[in-house]
């Protein structure tokens, strides 16, 4: 039996635990440690929507047979800026971890590089698959599908999944700049948790199954849907991440997901690398004098500033893990 977790616990203690817990579940090594890397950088930044929270879920796909937590992707096409994959129903995790090296090579020697991934389960958070991109210099943009949740362009159903989609950028003087949403008002991780919380939902974030706006968190996960941010503007990028996504990397719409239920879809992820220094920018450096006029013009916060000050606290004192991570950790512990 392994030993209760503590409320504050090490980033490195917290991957081992949670890499032990997915490999107890059915998953190997190899596909649980990337998870793992990006669960834990979610609970680390203070994502908790992303976080252990989604640990049930990736192991009850698993363990019903509707993800593969072993199986190794398979590359299908590769040109001189696009590498195509074939998750075959694992995760993108693993098909995009042994994507890096590659893809930041045909980005440098191109300038620009593609990565579509079919068939695979993707419920996690953007940033940490293009953080780390940004940070070595490169622009860098991703998008997932998802099973349908979010009504169309002023419809009462839901066509198009919350479709997340991330950009970062490098900067010369502190951390990239990352922003990364869903295309719904609220994710569906914060729907879930205020339901579990028995929270109302702010107005406008969804419907109920009739198509009749509901701030009832329940009645929108029960057969209802999220309404996308900003209008028709929010509904135009799920779409384009529906076309990005599924159509152009060979997956299903979230509307085709096969079963039912609160599974993900059989997804697709996009994801490009542009190299500025194929185009004789310095990007970095660009940013700065932009920056500064935002801070200028009243702005404290800058996409991603929020994780990186609670990255900093994690590494001082620990992760801190709420009552419901520790019960997730100790449930599957066994
Ligand atoms: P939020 O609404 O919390 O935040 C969206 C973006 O806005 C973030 O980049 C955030 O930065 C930034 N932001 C928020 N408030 C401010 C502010 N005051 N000033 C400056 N920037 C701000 O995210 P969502 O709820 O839309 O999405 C949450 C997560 O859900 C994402 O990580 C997304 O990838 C994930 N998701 C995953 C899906 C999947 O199928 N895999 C589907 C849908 C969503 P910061 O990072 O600093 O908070």
């Given amino acids: 039996m392994a030993q209760p977790v503590p409320q504050y616990i090490t980033e490195a203690a917290l991957l081992a635990r949670v890499e032990d817990t997915l490999v107890r579940n059915g998953f190997s090594p190899q596909v649980a440690a990337p998870i793992a ?33 072993t199986v190794l992707p398979e590359t299908l096409s590769t040109r001189d800026s696009m590498i195509v994959l074939d998750a075959h129903q694992g995760f993108t995790h693993l098909a995009l971890a042994q994507s890096r090296d590659d893809l930041k090579q045909r980005a440098a020697r191109t300038g620009t590089a593609v990565l579509l991934i079919r068939n695979a389960h993707h419920f996690a958070a953007l940033w940490p698959d293009i953080e780390p991109f940004a ?44 922003w990364d949403q869903a295309a719904s008002v609220m994710s569906q991780g914060d ?9 109302p939902l702010p107005e ?17 996960l029960d057969g209802g849907a999220l309404v996308a941010f900003g209008g028709v503007k929010g509904a135009s990028i799920a779409f384009m991440v529906e076309i990005l996504a599924a159509a152009l990397s060979g997956s299903p719409f979230g509307i085709e997901a096969p079963v039912p239920g609160i599974m993900p879809s059989k997804c697709g992820q996009f994801l490009m690398l542009i190299d500025p220094r194929c185009a004789g920018t310095d990007v970095a450096a660009r940013v700065e004098p932009l920056v500064a006029a935002v801070h ?10 929020r994780r990186y000050a609670r990255r900093q606290q994690a590494a001082e004192h620990g992760i801190e893990l709420d009552q419901h991570s520790l019960d997730i950790l100790e449930r599957f512990a066994r």
């Fill in 296 to 305: 200028d013009a009243g702005t404290a916060l800058l996409p991603g500033s």
């Fill in 204 to 220: 406008g974030v969804g419907v109920d199954a009739d198509g009749r706006p509901t701030t009832d968190a329940s009645r929108v």
């Fill in 37 to 69: 890397a990006t669960i834990v950088a979610c609970e680390r930044d203070g994502t908790p929507s992303h976080g252990l929270l989604r640990l049930p879920g990736y192991i009850e796909a698993v363990r019903t047979g509707y993800a593969d937590g």
């Fill in 135 to 178: 940070a070595e210099g490169f622009v860098a943009m991703s998008c997932v599908t998802s099973r349908a949740r979010v009504t169309g362009w002023g419809g009462a159903k839901a066509v198009f999944g919350t479709n997340a989609s991330a950009f970062a950028c490098p900067r010369a003087e502190g951390p990239p700049i990352v």
């Fill in 191 to 199: 729907v879930l948790r205020a339901a579990r919380e028995g929270r």
